[in-house]
């Protein structure tokens, strides 16, 4: 196969495309991205940008024809284009038929049940009125978490209802109602696997939650879970990629319970936030590791060269408009901080600007530089 010649397209021209886009540069191969906009992440650094939308079957299907690989960043895309896409010679990846399990967290909990792989127990609904009435006919007790079927993101999509008092944050949405886990630790395994078959686990990630914000604050490589247990997860995700059976990256979300159970919560079937810090951690990044799967290539080594801790860089609250990055050379002063920006013009309160992974010999020591980049290195506005 000669890689050089062949058209990647991703659908998604956010800083997930961007960062692909970049390691496919490596080898020359020729990226094609499609999203609203070329001022997007991706824009400045793929081969080819085409402006549209990759949730409309007309613009999905004419991109798709122009590239022999054709990928995603995103999962809310056209999946019906994908699927003549894929019907017509082009390899689309992931399958277009895994995809459309993975989008909807309905049919995914059921793929997981199916499959015998563990989840948390769960029942479906068409509407906030129906969780209501299975309430108080006694179908359903308290405490639980709803969560929307298709319009899930970053946690938006996601009620957790403990009694009747929090009934008003209740979604109107068809969703999934699942049992409230007593979680010990949350933590993510990126795995990859190619046509051949071959997978590879990269080592678990630990997210941190800030107590206060309730927001993860720290992804953290190595996970501090004990060798067995470590081992379990990267086993768990290694099998759930193989039921998918979809080519290129799987993020593993898993909650490890209280009571020491792996439990998966949802998966993301390309690259991932809790895999950044592959980057610059790591002997292959998520990314390359995403091409070497969707073109078939042997998987590379997913080793650790070193403890890592990634941040996300979030604009402040309070700051809205053209971006400004205060305290950014006092922390590229910094050994081992590796400072990550997505290119995007405008700033607004929490929106994902750019991350940085910060290496040192163990996770302590990177997280007690990761606190000094927090309060150095602020996203503000020049206007406010
Ligand atoms: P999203 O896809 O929007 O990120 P998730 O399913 O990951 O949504 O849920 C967001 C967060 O909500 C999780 O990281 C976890 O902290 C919490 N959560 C989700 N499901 C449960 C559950 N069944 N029990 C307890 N907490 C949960």
Not at 155 to 162: D, L, N, R, S, T
Not at 192 to 217: D, H, I, S, T, Y
Not at 268 to 295: K, M, V, W
Not at 328 to 336: N, R
């Amino acid at each position: 196969m000669n890689v050089t010649r062949t058209k990647v397209g991703i659908l998604g021209g956010g800083q997930l495309g961007k960062m692909f886009a970049l390691a496919a540069h490596n080898w020359d191969v020729e990226t094609w991205a499609l999203d609203a906009s070329r001022t997007f992440p991706t824009g400045p650094v793929c081969s080819h940008f085409v402006e549209g939308n990759f949730k409309d079957y007309n613009d999905v299907y004419a991109f798709g024809k122009q590239v022999d690989v054709l990928t995603i960043e995103i999962e809310h895309v056209n999946t019906e284009a994908l699927l003549r896409l894929e019907a017509e010679g082009v390899k689309v990846h992931p399958a277009p038929a895994a995809l459309n399990l993975i989008k909807d967290k309905g049919l995914q909990k059921q793929f997981y049940q199916k499959h015998g792989l563990p989840t948390s127990d769960f029942q479906l609904f068409d509407s906030g009125d129906a969780i209501r009435v299975a309430l108080e006919s006694g179908q359903l007790s308290y405490p639980f978490v709803q969560k929307s079927r298709t319009a899930g993101y970053d946690g938006k999509g996601v009620a957790v209802i403990k009694s009747a008092q929090d009934l008003p944050l209740l979604l109107p949405d068809a969703s999934v109602v699942e049992d409230l886990v007593d979680i010990e630790k949350e933590i993510a395994v990126v795995v990859a696997r190619n046509e051949n078959g071959e997978v590879k686990a990269f080592p678990a990630v630990e997210m941190e939650f800030n107590p206060v914000a309730n927001l993860v604050e720290f992804l953290v490589c190595p996970s501090d879970i004990d060798k067995a247990t470590e081992r379990a997860a990267e086993q768990l995700a290694l099998d759930t990629v193989s039921a998918f059976g979809v080519c290129g990256l799987l993020a593993v979300e898993l909650f490890l319970t209280k009571d020491n159970r792996l439990i998966i919560n949802e998966v993301a079937p390309r690259p991932h936030n809790s895999g950044h810090h592959t980057i610059d951690s790591c002997y292959t990044s998520q990314f390359e590791q995403h091409l070497r799967g969707i073109l078939n290539l042997p998987l590379g080594s997913t080793r650790m060269k070193t403890a890592s801790v990634m941040v996300n860089l979030l604009g402040e609250p309070n700051h809205s408009g053209p971006v400004q990055y205060d305290g950014f050379e006092e922390c590229v002063a910094m050994e081992g901080v590796k400072v990550h920006l997505y290119g995007k013009a405008e700033t607004k309160p929490y929106r994902k600007m750019g991350h940085v992974t910060v290496l040192a010999e163990n996770a302590e020591s990177a997280k007690a530089k990761a606190r000094i980049v927090q309060n150095k290195l602020k996203v503000v506005s020049t206007k406010i």
